[in-house]
Every structure is written in structure tokens, then in C-alpha cells.
């Protein structure tokens, strides 16, 4: 896999080599959750959605006997496991709506710190996946421009991406809310609304690219179905190309999940087998983290 990136940066970036790309067009897309840092045993914006819930709980008596906030507030987590998209759906519009863009912002920021992965127990900041950072400091330092591209909310990630990953916020492309522009006391504000704007997954993915970004990628690293149609949008360009997938086979040092390759199936960051054979017959590149990843996460922080 190192290989294949260094080859492709050295032919992207030969000026007079066939394959040179203009730096301005050096375009890499990653993938946020499962490929940038852990997305088990739930997504990072799903911890601060139940967080949220608690919160908010005082305020609407009525969640204790309604789901899906009722099994949230039981801490029933073989419940919450099984959620559907319409629950999550659900707990985002009322935990995630109803503020402006910047309360929201400081929410986000203030509960960072405080969060907890329920598994690994560390702040999901510290979760970060060592050798991705890595990869994208070598593409930065080579003129590469490096951009999340995330099925999570876009205005969660903003918050810390530099911080964690160097990548700017107009960097970041995601699912967002509605907005609407309105005054209040006098000031203008964007007004988070309770109802979906824009899904940044699956087929989602390649469009919100082309939608905020305007070019199509060189590189595309994701790890589940969700990112599917990203990889394929990618490769399908001319010149030299790389689609790459993260697979999580390392229960050990972190955790195991496909179900491609017989390991244990899952509703979070679903890596199916129909994706794995789709990646050897394209020439995708599987990254194995049990085989491949010397170091998975950074020390921890002193």
C-alpha cells in the first residue's frame, strides 16, 4: 500500500512525467469514521446524540416513555445497538436542531474533551489511527490538498478537524441539517432545523464532492459500503488513480468487523463481502490492520 501512494505521488508530481497533476488539482478524499479514527462500538457523533439526549432529558419528560429516547435513557445498549436509520434520525433532530450554527459549534467543542469511546476508553480525539496521519502529512508535504468527506454530520466534524487532522473546515464535506437565516435580538443567525438538507453517503458522497470540491479526487480512502461510490468515482477518472480501503481484523488492538472475509458482521461501518470482491476485481487497495498497521493509535496524551 506504501508503495502505490509513493508511486503515485512520484508520477503526480514529475513535472514533464505523463501523469503530473497540477498541485491546485492534487485532490484526496477520506472518509471520516473507520478510516480516520474508530467507529466502534458506535459512531462518535452517535455518543454525543445519547450524550445530548441526556441532557435534553429534563426538558422532555415524555422521552421516558417514548423510543427510541426511552431505551437512550435506560441505557439499554442492546437496544441501541439495533436502532434503526429512522430512530437515529429521530434522537439527531432533537438533539442536534433547534440552535443556531455557532451554539451548536460550542457544544460540539465543549463536549469533546469529555467524551468517552464506551470500549477503549478515551476521548474519541485521542482514537485517531497513527498510520493515517501519517499519510496524511505525506501528502500535504508533496502539494497535496486533503479533504474528509464524512456520511457524519458536517458541522459536528468542522469543530476539530485541524486540530485532529490538519484539514481545514472548508476542507470538510458531510451530511448536514437544514438552515434557515433569521434575526434574532437583532443579530443574524442560521437556525439549525429538525429535518435532513444533505445525506453524504453512499452515491451522496461522489455528489457532495462534486458539489463542494468541483473535482473529481486522485485518492479515495474509506473502509465500508457507505463509501463505495466514492472509490468507484475516483478510479473511474483518467490518469493515475487509487481507491483504498481500511478493513478493521484486529480485535486485539482495536476491533474486528465485515462481514467480508468470514470476520463478525455489523450495522456500523458494514464492510461486506460483495465491497471486498468489488476492491480485488477494480484493484482497491485493503489495508489489514492486524498485518499492516505496526502502530494503530497514538500514545496517549500525558
Known sequence: MKSAIVALVKETTTEGAAGYVEPADRIVVFDQDGTLWAEHPLYSQALFALDRVATLAPEHPEWKTTEPFKSVLANDFATIAKFSEKDWLEIVAATHA???????????????????????????TELVYQPMLEVLAYLRANG??????????????????????????EQVVGSSVATKFEYKDGKAELLREPKLFFNSNYEGKPIGINLFIGKRPLIAFGNSDGDRQMLEWTTAGEGPRLGVLVLHDDATREFAYGPADGLPDTKVGTFSQSLMDEAHARKWHVISMKNDWATIFPKPAE
Not at 144 to 164: C, K, L, S
Open 98 to 124: 433547534g440552535m443556531s450554527t455557532e451554539q451548536f459549534e460550542k457544544i460540539v467543542t465543549d463536549w469533546l474533551p469529555t467524551s468517552k469511546n464506551p470500549v477503549l476508553k478515551r476521548p474519541v
Open 144 to 169: 497535496f490538498n486533503t479533504y474528509i468527506v464524512t456520511g457524519g454530520g458536517q458541522e459536528f466534524v468542522r469543530p476539530y478537524a485541524d486540530a485532529v487532522y490538519g484539514i481545514q473546515r
